[in-house]
């Protein structure tokens, strides 16, 4: 079992940057892949960014790509999302998420981030 902790959301205005961290837990292996996903009101839930735990290539949703960065800090057993220029578009439930193979079959609990016009 895995269990995921987010943090770091807020409020910000629009161009600002914030900083959200997962803390990871329980039983995990190298061969994992963390990601996070994001949910605005009314919308599904989507991909916004993944990592493999042992390192090595970082995927983004076109959305995302060159405003936020995926990165891992194994020794702290944390995931970090790092984002800039954030845009009203940004706003929703930020989730962090890992999964073992192929599938994303573990959840934090969110962490809100709101951006303001």
């Known amino acids: 079992q895995v269990q995921l902790v987010e943090s770091g959301g807020g409020l910000v205005q629009a161009g600002g940057s914030l900083r959200l961290s997962c803390a990871v837990s329980?039983?995990?292996?190298?061969?994992?892949?963390m990601g996070w996903f994001r949910q605005a009101p009314g919308k599904e839930r989507e991909f916004v960014a993944a990592i493999a735990w042992a390192g090595g290539r970082e995927y983004y949703a076109d959305s995302v790509k060159g405003r936020f960065t995926i990165s891992r800090d194994n020794a702290k057993n944390t995931v970090y999302l790092q984002m800039h220029s954030l845009k009203p578009e940004d706003t929703g439930v930020y989730y962090c998420?890992?999964?073992?193979?192929?599938?994303?079959?573990?959840w934090g609990q969110g962490t809100q981030v709101t951006v303001s016009s």
């Open positions: 329980g039983r995990t292996f190298s061969t994992y892949v």
């Open positions: 998420t890992a999964r073992p193979t192929t599938t994303y079959i573990y």
